[in-house]
């Protein structure tokens, strides 16, 4: 039982990553300034001296 | 009424502040030029309507010869806002007017806010609101946007004033070129070259003027008619050579200063003070960025920052690691021995607890960097740093683009890489944006902080400061390599404008601030952690395989035999100090088990494995295979370093009587050492950028060659320099 919770846990946490992984690929994914915007894709409003990734 | 409404000015002129008050945004607001590179959109709601607020960057003028340039100009042409708000500086009227020329030179929509008053007025400076109204026939309403005073009033005026018909503003710029924009105007009308977006006079100057993208435009629209303008350009520009030694550009330049001069002289604006005296920012410059003077007081501030940030940060620090401490002691008693558990804690807090630690940290290095940047400070090091970075050949506007990747521990690599945009010679754009990744990134800031704190307790500002002073070295020297090597070429000039001194206000501080900690905190929540938990499933898994768990147990059955299973118990449940000096005995030599098989576990681990595999490499550089699975984690986030020592530390801890912090761990662990700590500081300094800078370099240069480029030429670089410095350190040491 405890081998499967901690497998789902693993294999969620490797989803995400592998999904957060590809969004910022395509640039769909912010890389966390405050700006919400996406870094990534070419979009990002400012150069935020302090960020914040 | 529903309107896209504009917000368009010279650079640091107030824009964001007013974009802010406006909407109630709280957009990042600079002290320094070029904050805004991208416009950033809002919504206002007033009384007379709903207006689409959209702030641009900051512009000089509107000639394509920068990217700042080029996105505002490409926005008011393409999507037609209803209105403009043109910000003025009140206070540097003649130089902000000649942009607010150029609007009305494309029949545009304008209305000026006339904003920092109460600083014009500071330097005697009075301005007929009316007259300039009236003279450039457009509404001009003062403002202060730091306070949000006039604001209404603006609205009110900008409501009023949409949907009124406006007729392009045609200024004489002298005999020869007045007479070259009619011939031109008159092949541009009857061919209706480019008339669906500009102005047909505004098209002949802009082709005056070289304007590049202009030019391009028109080549691709009619071949025929473009050529036809080339030749009266080319005509024009000869003649002028030839009897003024000058180029339309200037003469058009000249004119419009001269439009607006005229304009001012007309009673606008009277100096209650010398015009020519020396404002206070001025007086302090002349201190500041003096030649000699200069550089130590730039060292000394960013002394002064580490010492601020080390000396009010370490108790909450300690704070913080106990409080993760008693959480983990808490987790480890609360739940059964098993792999939920040994996730939970090993994993999740002890990998998390060590990055979320940092925060005190993180907030006062923030703060700091907060007030230099809002003070103004940091345009005057990008000032006296040019210099120098012409001689490695960079550009002066690269300064900025490294203090936002960490010039000052703490920015970022990716806006740090965005923002290296604003320099026009693609060559030095590219030395820029390959060597902002040195700079100690945010992101680093843990690892240094973490090492710092464990070997270098006793001097830790000049640590940091050292670590900067290396990080910049390093960058530049690289930069000069590239530039001397692959990316060859002349440099360019610099021109900035430095802004006033201003004092910080506590609200925009604490804005800075809070945003980052946020931003920190939650990446801990989300990649950090993910991490942690995929990083921790690699540390445990396969494990150990039946055999050897079965020799363990073999080694605990010998230690244990001849006891009975009440004293075995009591030994492994009781306090050391009840008890007797055969039964601590016992339990040492079941804890060196216990150590033995965690420790044979991790390096039969997935990630044991792999940290092996690489020690063959790194450990010249004397890092063991924890440090290297740590190193391979922090491509994905840097901070991952040090999530990934806590929940390698931890998962090797077997006394759950202990619960060091993971700088008290690391100070007491085999292998480590002030020399390996350097060593592993100055490799964290020059390998791999993080994933998401690599991804912003590749599509920053347009190119992965680049993207990839970074990250082997860094991590090899990184592995030398480190390298070199273990071996070099051990041979001394020896």
């Known amino acids: 039982m405890e081998n499967i919770i901690v497998g789902i846990i693993v294999a969620g946490a490797v989803g995400f990553m592998v999904k957060r992984f590809v969004d910022i690929w395509k640039g769909k994914k912010s890389c966390g300034c405050s700006n919400g915007c996406s870094c990534a894709g070419g979009s990002c409003s400012s150069p935020d001296p302090f960020l914040k990734k | 009424m529903n309107a896209t409404v504009v917000l368009a000015g ?42 689409e607020i959209v702030d641009l960057p900051g512009t000089y003028s509107l000639t394509a010869y920068s990217l700042e340039e080029v996105v505002a100009r490409d926005f008011l042409v393409n999507e037609k806002p209803s209105m403009i708000i043109n910000i003025v500086d009140a206070s540097n009227l003649e130089r902000n007017l000649y942009l607010s020329v150029q609007f009305m ?95 047909p006079r505004w098209t002949a100057l802009k082709y005056l003027e070289n304007d590049q993208q202009v030019i391009d435009r028109g080549y691709k629209q009619d071949k025929a008619t473009a050529m036809k303008l080339d030749a009266v350009v080319q005509r024009v520009r000869t003649h002028i050579a030839h009897t003024l030694d000058t180029h339309p550009e200037g003469i058009i330049a000249d004119h419009r200063y001269g439009y607006v001069h005229s304009v001012l002289k007309q009673g606008v604006i009277r100096f209650f003070q010398d015009e020519n005296r020396i404002q206070v920012s001025d007086r302090i410059d002349r201190i500041v960025t003096h030649r000699f003077m200069g550089p130590v007081i730039m060292v000394a501030m960013l002394m002064g920052l580490y010492q601020f940030t080390f000396t009010f940060s370490t108790i ?88 936002v990747s960490g010039g000052i521990a703490g920015g970022c690599a990716v806006p740090g890489v965005m923002a290296a945009r604003t320099l026009k010679s693609p060559k030095e754009r590219l030395a820029t944006l390959l060597t902002v990744p040195f700079m100690n990134c945010g992101a680093k800031l843990p690892v240094f902080a973490l090492l710092v704190a464990a070997f270098f307790a006793e001097s830790r500002a000049e640590v940091m400061l050292l670590i900067t002073l290396i990080s910049w070295t390093g960058a ?49 929540g989300t990649v950090i952690l993910l991490i942690s938990i995929i990083l921790w499933a690699m540390m445990t898994f396969p494990g150990l395989d039946e055999t050897r768990t079965k020799e363990f147990e073999d080694r605990r059955s010998t230690i244990v035999s001849g006891l009975s299973q009440e004293t075995a118990d009591e030994i492994m449940t009781q306090k050391d100090e009840k008890l007797t000096k055969p039964m601590l005995t016992v339990k040492e030599n079941l804890l060196q088990v216990d150590r033995d098989q965690a420790r044979e576990a991790l390096e039969n681990s997935v990630a044991g494995r792999m940290g092996a595999a690489l020690e063959s490499i790194t450990r010249f550089a004397g890092f063991d295979w924890r440090t290297n699975i740590a190193l391979v984690g922090g491509f994905a986030a840097k901070e991952v370093v040090v999530s990934t020592l806590g929940t390698a530390y931890s998962l090797g801890e077997v006394d759950p009587e202990e619960t060091a912090s993971l700088s008290g761990r690391l100070k007491t662990a085999e292998g480590w050492g002030p020399l390996t700590a350097f060593s592993l500081i100055l490799f964290t300094i020059f390998y791999s950028p993080c994933f998401v800078t690599v991804v912003c370099i590749a599509k920053e240069t347009g190119s992965w060659k680049w993207a990839a480029f970074s990250m082997v030429f860094n991590t090899c670089l990184a592995l030398l320099v480190s390298t070199v410095f273990y071996q070099i350190g051990s041979l001394v040491l020896a």
């Open chain 2, 10 to 51: 010279n650079p640091n002129s107030g824009k964001t502040t007013l974009f802010n008050e406006l909407t109630g945004g709280r957009q990042h607001v600079g002290n320094y030029p070029g904050v805004t590179v991208e416009k950033k959109q809002g919504t206002c709601k007033t009384d007379t309507g709903r207006f």
């Open chain 2, 105 to 199: 030179e494309m029949g545009l929509p304008v209305c000026i806010a006339l904003n920092m008053m109460d600083v014009a007025k500071k330097r005697g400076i009075e301005i007929d609101i009316q007259k300039l109204s009236g003279l450039l026939s457009i509404p001009v309403v003062p403002i202060v946007a730091r306070d949000g005073k006039g604001k209404q009033a603006l609205m009110a005026s900008v409501a009023e004033n949409i949907g009124q018909s406006r007729q392009p503003l045609r200024i004489s710029y002298g005999r020869d070129l007045d007479a070259a924009l009619d011939e031109m105007e008159a092949l541009i009308r009857p061919a209706e070259f480019l008339t669906r977006s500009y102005d």
């Open chain 2, 316 to 403: 909450p620090v300690a704070w913080l690691e106990s409080f993760f401490g008693w959480v983990s002691a808490m987790a480890e008693q609360a739940l059964p021995e098993g792999m939920v558990r040994s996730l939970l804690v090993s994993g999740i807090i002890d990998g998390m607890g060590g990055v979320l630690g940092f925060v005190p940290l993180i907030m006062f290095m923030f703060l700091g960097i907060a007030f230099l940047e809002d003070t103004g400070y940091l345009a005057r090091m990008s000032f006296m740093l040019d210099r120098i970075f012409r001689m490695f050949g960079l550009h002066g506007s690269s300064v900025m683009a490294f203090i």
């Open chain 2, 476 to 524: 530049l020297l690289v930069a000069w390599f590239l530039r001397s090597t692959l990316i060859r070429g002349e440099s360019t000039p610099f021109v900035m404008e430095l802004p006033p001194y201003r004092l910080p206000t506590l609200k925009g501080l604490f804005i800075h601030t809070f945003e980052r900690i946020i931003q920190y905190v939650k990446k801990a």
